[in-house]
């Protein structure tokens, strides 16, 4: 059974840093894209960054063009997982960050759960 897990959610100040993790079981994703969204109170999920077994992407929206430069997307393969590093919080990262994975960029097959970000001001 394949299976997602996000964790390193929690309440933080504004400035502060936080550490998502992924871990993925049930198949190796070495070969998949990894991406992370986030779903804002009220608002669609969007993707804010992705790996593929190459790169790194950064969707064009708006809130992903803000977190480039504060946000590193990155891969442990032989723990089949991956991290948002996310630097310089803002209020406005408040969210729930959702793992994904899919065998091609864009169509995703697998999803986590979610873990919640709230960043207070």
């Known amino acids: 059974q394949v299976q997602l897990v996000e964790s390193g959610g929690r309440l933080v100040q504004a400035g502060g840093s936080l550490r998502l993790s992924c871990a993925a079981s049930?198949?190796?994703?070495?070969?998949?894209?990894m991406g992370w969204f986030r779903q804002a109170p009220g608002k669609e999920r969007d993707l804010v960054a992705a790996l593929t077994a190459s790169s790194a992407y950064w969707s064009s929206t708006p809130y992903s063009t803000s977190v480039k430069g504060r946000f590193t997307i990155s891969r442990d393969g032989a723990k089949n997982t991956v991290y948002l590093q996310m630097n310089s919080l803002k209020p406005e990262d408040t969210g729930v960050y959702y793992c994904?994975?899919?065998?091609?960029?864009?169509?995703?097959?697998?999803w986590g759960q979610g873990t919640q970000v709230t960043v207070s001001s």
């Open positions: 049930g198949r190796t994703f070495s070969s998949y894209a």
């Open positions: 994904a994975a899919g065998a091609t960029m864009g169509k995703w097959d697998y």
